[in-house]
Each structure stands twice: as C-alpha cells, then as structure tokens.
Nanobody
C-alpha cells in the first residue's frame, strides 16, 4: 500500500488546517490508520488513530478536543482536521496504515506502511 499526505502548510496560531492521506491499494477498509508527527529534534509523537470500522478513534493528549481524525472509505482517504492550532503543533505529519488490524493503534511500531510526510508550521 502507498500513502501520500497533502494539505500541510503555514497557519497562524488559533487557525485551522486539514490534512489528507490518500491510500492506494485494495481493501482500504481493512486497515487501521493513524497520524503521527515529528518536530525538529524530537521523537515521533502519536497524534490520532482510527479503527478499520471507523467506530473507534483515539487521540494523543496534546491534541484532544482540537483535532479530529476521520476517513472516507469511498475515496480511500484519511483526514486530520486540526483546529485551535498552537505553535507546538509544528512538525512533519505522517499518516500510517496497519493491514488487517481492526483496532485504533497508538503504537507507531505496529504500523507497517507510512507516507512521506507533510510539513505543518504554526506561526505566532
């Protein structure tokens, strides 16, 4: 499977941005999907994940109440809607897929496919 992120860019603090992740290949609905980010000099951080059914969503503590993960099985696309953005949201955002996994996963090590990343910069 191939994953391609888009929608990154520069946004002011307090603003909004929506990231998309296009997933190629068959059986999109049989993947658990997630978003991670990495800021300069920091380790990769879990942002959000969604189960293959879409019924379960989990979020990292730093984004709860501000970010929303969703997916469209007809378009084979994963989304991350980001609201009330903060400077600390700056980083490269990656989408990830875990094949034939039902659950929403916060552990990066459990994903087997990754996108190339898209840069998000939040200015004050």
């Amino acid at each position: 499977v191939q994953l391609v992120e888009s929608g990154g860019g520069l946004v002011q603090a307090g603003g909004s941005l929506r990231l998309s992740c296009s997933v190629s290949g068959r059986s999109f609905s049989s993947y658990a999907l997630g978003w991670f980010r990495q800021a300069p000099g920091k380790e990769r951080e879990f942002v959000a994940a969604i189960s293959w059914s879409g019924d379960t969503r989990v979020y990292g503590d730093s984004v709860k109440g501000r970010f929303t993960i969703s997916k469209d099985d007809r378009k084979n696309t994963l989304y991350l809607q980001m609201e009330s953005m903060k400077r600390e949201d700056t980083g490269v955002y990656y989408c990830a897929a875990a094949r034939k996994v039902k659950y929403a996963l916060a552990d990066a090590g459990l994903y087997d496919s990754w996108g190339q990343g898209t840069q998000v910069t939040v200015s004050s």
